[in-house]
């Protein structure tokens, strides 16, 4: 009887390795939508004024801890923080923000040289900044994006703060659903980034620093 036992042993370890090899004993990641920020609607507007020899470097903003995710964040009336369930971003809100800017610098064109940080070039001006806001708030039962963000442009040669300042944009959306707010937010940077461009070029346009 013992032999009948120690036979039958080795085939049912044998039977619940396989069992476990059929199936997970973790948790499904669950899938989410990406997305990423609308095309911009900035357009080059028509200067009257030469360019600015300046050369400026866009760093990417700082951000906290949430804000270097890529879940879309909520905050409800009760001060309640959620995300979005089922979507995210492609990328971190700085990044996707960092982006806009040189978007929008680029269209305006009055800054001769606008660079990345990775470039390892030596710019004239650096416009170093933290994002502070980038979420949906309910206001009044109605979603507003908003957005927060403190800029500083700073001469690397003189090692000193030219200008500060903050820019604030809330834009009611259209709707709760996910790709209406996506639209908002796409609304909200470009607004956002045309504000810091007219700032930064008239800071530009003064005396060399």
Request: one cysteine or more.
């Amino acid at each position: 009887m013992k032999r009948i036992l120690s036979n039958w042993r080795p085939l049912a370890i044998a039977c619940a390795l396989s069992a476990l090899g059929a199936c997970s004993i973790l948790p499904e990641t669950p899938s989410r939508d990406n997305y990423r920020l609308p095309p911009t609607t900035l357009i080059a507007p028509q200067h009257s004024g030469a360019s600015i020899g300046h050369s400026l470097q866009v760093s990417t903003p700082h951000g906290g801890r949430m804000l270097e995710g890529l879940r879309m964040m909520v905050i409800r009336q009760d001060n309640q923080l959620n995300v979005y369930k089922g979507a995210q971003w492609i990328d971190p809100a700085p990044v996707m923000l960092r982006d806009r800017l040189l978007d929008g610098f680029y269209a305006d064109g009055r800054i001769r040289s606008v660079i990345r940080e990775a470039e390892g070039l030596s710019p004239d001006l650096e416009l170093r900044s933290d994002l502070r806001q980038f979420q949906v708030e309910y206001r009044e039962n109605r979603p507003v994006v908003v957005i927060q963000l403190d800029a500083d442009l700073i001469s690397p040669s003189a090692r000193r703060t030219v200008a500060s300042r903050r820019f604030s944009i809330a834009q009611p959306a259209a709707g709760e659903q996910v790709p209406e707010i996506v639209q908002t937010f796409g609304m909200a940077t470009d607004q956002l980034t045309q504000e810091v461009v007219q700032w930064s070029v008239g800071q530009a346009a003064g005396p060399r620093r």
